[in-house]
């Protein structure tokens, strides 16, 4: 699994790929000593220095056209996704998303750009502005292969944090019929419940995991999680315990369990 860093650098990348698919679509463009003169004029020296990624060269051309007065709306609108594709890969990604908002008030009705900004909220972590990105993009076109995948995988995420929270700080076992001291404690510490859901819900998908081994496997495996409870219960409370370190060493040790299987 990549790390969260990579995770979001693949995201801003990808919806910087929304400016290749604009070139590919547009006319030759000129690349003259002339045109780069005055880039106000011509989007093409503009366009041209972000298709070959001179995103400082992109940058400076395309800011000086999209502030020309009387540039016309389409140009506006390629000036304005070049330039965002080279701020995502100079990782300034709000003023990227600055740019791909104007677009979409000048042209709502775009679904690559919806797309490509709600890969820039995912990557920020704003999930609500993201999956609302992904699904505009999919009411404008339903087949939109990246809109599509997007959607599902959030929405599967979402789906998922959703679960994690309604039982976050909740233990394996219910706390209103605890009577042990240490279920109590347990029961009282936000990070020890979900240690114990954790240890039991491990245990469980060990025992399920192994349903088909040798009876005297699947004997010692519960005998080991009955041990860990009564020494758990008997140990509470007494001094040099550490119940936080205790539950901690049995995950550690089921997760190595479930691991080598």
């Known amino acids: 699994m990549l790390d969260g860093r990579t995770n979001r ?3 801003w990348l990808s919806a910087a790929g929304v400016l290749l698919a604009l070139l590919a679509a547009a006319p030759a463009l000129a690349t003259g000593v002339d045109d780069l003169d005055d880039p106000t004029l011509d989007p093409a020296p503009c366009l041209a220095a972000a298709a070959q990624r001179d995103d400082d060269r992109a940058v400076e051309l395309c800011g000086r056209l999209i502030a020309k007065r009387n540039t016309g709306r389409d140009d506006r609108i390629k000036a304005l996704i070049a330039r965002a594709g080279a701020l995502i890969r100079k990782q300034q990604i709000d003023r990227a998303l600055a740019d791909y908002d104007d677009v979409l008030r000048l042209d709502p009705k775009q679904p690559d750009i919806h797309n490509a900004r709600g890969e820039l909220w995912l ?3 704003d999930h609500p502005k993201a999956l609302a990105d992904f699904s505009a993009a999919l009411k404008l076109r339903r087949d939109h292969p990246a809109a599509r995948a997007n959607h599902r995988a959030l929405a599967t995420e979402l789906e998922r944090l959703g679960v994690q929270k309604a039982v976050d700080g909740k233990p394996s076992f219910d706390c209103r019929r605890a009577r042990r001291a240490v279920e109590k404690a347990i029961c ?3 990070d020890l419940a979900n240690l114990d859901r954790e240890i039991a819900a491990m245990h ?4 399920q995991d192994k349903a088909s081994a ?3 496997e699947l004997r010692a495996l519960k005998r080991a999680q009955a041990d860990f409870l009564a020494n758990r219960n008997a140990s509470f409370g007494r001094p040099g315990y550490d119940l936080r370190a205790a539950m901690k060493t049995r995950l550690q040790q089921l997760t190595g369990a479930a691991g080598g299987r």
């Open 9 to 11: 650098s693949m995201r």
């Open 123 to 125: 990557g920020k972590g």
């Open 188 to 190: 009282g510490d936000r």
């Open 204 to 207: 469980l998908r060990i025992l």
């Open 214 to 216: 040798k009876p005297a």
